[in-house]
């Protein structure tokens, strides 16, 4: 039973995600043992199991990264779109 729950967050998850393609988002991640990070980049694309960001910093360097619609469940990954400063979960 919770494995279906479970199926039924992350699909709700990823077509949240899928809604912001190509927006500037705010991303806070832990990184563990109370070490975080949070950053602004542009919600690239999305994928089957992971989604992309892309990050640039002070040296016109840019950086892809990927996150799993996992780590948004277990809040290891937390999304703010910087539009209208709200959170990207299971709604």
């Known amino acids: 039973m919770r494995k279906m ?3 039924g967050e992350l ?6 995600i899928e809604k912001c393609v190509g927006e500037k988002i705010q ?7 109370r070490k975080s990070f949070i950053k602004e980049g542009v ?5 089957p199991s992971i989604f992309t960001v892309k990050f640039e910093n ?3 360097m840019t ?3 990927s996150y799993s619609y ?3 469940l277990t809040k290891a990954v937390e999304i703010v779109r910087c539009r209208d400063n ?4 299971v709604s």
């Open 58 to 60: 002070d040296y016109d």
């Open 86 to 89: 709200k959170s990207i979960q």
């Open 43 to 47: 919600l690239e694309s999305t994928y």
């Open 27 to 33: 991303l806070k991640a832990n990184r563990g043992r």
């Open 11 to 16: 699909t709700k998850i990823k077509s949240n």
């Open 70 to 72: 996992t780590d948004i």
């Open 5 to 7: 729950m479970e199926h």
């Open 63 to 65: 950086r892809r990264v």
